[in-house]
């Protein structure tokens, strides 16, 4: 298994990750997030995915304001940080090792006055999810989170925790491995899943499932 999600052949457009920020202009703001590659990895760089979605959000095709929202695997919490500047009440987790950076960004780049809008909290998929109310969001969102196999199957199980059938969930990927797709079809199983976005610049496509109540009881 790859310990980092991309292939050597793509090296060139990765220099970007081992910056120590990046900015971004995004829902009428200047955005600037700390990157820490060496330290923490995956977890504390921007990736495409999370660019294509803060694009997609910020068209306005879904309505944001005043949403519950809960973002998957933030890292930095780009995704995060965007939705609540656009209007939604986002909860921006990730595993406890990312945390503390993730919490740094977030305070970094959302106004006082908009800062309760934006919670960072611990979720490890499948772990604990009583912790967090089923189906008590209207928005779920994840950039870049389809790409350990052997978190699949908690990954599934956290997205159905999460979501009831008046939840949107959308899954910002770029497709790496035949593993990615197998997710996918999994995913099918219980959500209706439609792709509503494709960037072709950065092989990114968004994908926007919503629960299945007849399928999930099956
Ligand atoms: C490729 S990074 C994407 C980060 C961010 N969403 C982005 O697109 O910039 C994958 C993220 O998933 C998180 N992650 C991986 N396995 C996880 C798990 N089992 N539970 C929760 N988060 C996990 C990592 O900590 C990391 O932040």
């Not at 993730?102 to 912790?131: C, F, H, K, M, Y």
């Not at 959500?191 to 968004?206: K, Q």
Request: hydrophobic fraction near 45%.
């Amino acid at each position: 298994m790859a310990l980092v999600p991309y292939n050597d052949t793509l090296l060139p457009a990765l220099a970007k990750l081992h910056e120590s920020s990046a900015e971004f202009d995004l829902a009428n703001h200047r955005i600037r997030i700390s990157q820490n590659w060496n330290q923490l990895g995956v977890a504390a760089v921007v990736w495409d995915a999370a660019v294509v979605l803060c694009m997609f959000l910020e068209m306005g095709t879904i309505d944001l304001k005043g949403k519950r929202a809960i973002e998957l695997g933030a890292g930095t919490g780009l995704v995060g940080i965007v939705a609540a500047l656009l209007g939604a009440k986002v909860t921006i987790t990730d595993r406890k090792p990312a945390l503390e950076f993730l919490a740094a960004n977030v305070q970094e780049n959302i106004p006082p006055n908009q800062q309760p809008s934006a919670q960072v909290s611990e979720l490890t998929w499948g772990e604990n999810l009583d912790l967090y109310p089923p189906g008590s969001y209207e928005l779920v969102l994840g950039a870049d989170i389809v790409y350990l196999e052997e978190t699949f199957p908690a990954l599934l199980k956290t997205l159905e925790h999460l979501s009831s059938e008046n939840t949107v969930v959308l899954l910002s990927c770029r497709i790496r491995y035949e593993r990615d797709e197998r997710f996918l079809m999994d995913l099918k199983r219980r959500f209706s899943v439609e792709e509503v976005h494709y960037d072709s610049e950065r092989d990114v496509h968004i994908y926007r499932a919503v629960k299945n109540t007849s399928k999930t009881e099956l």
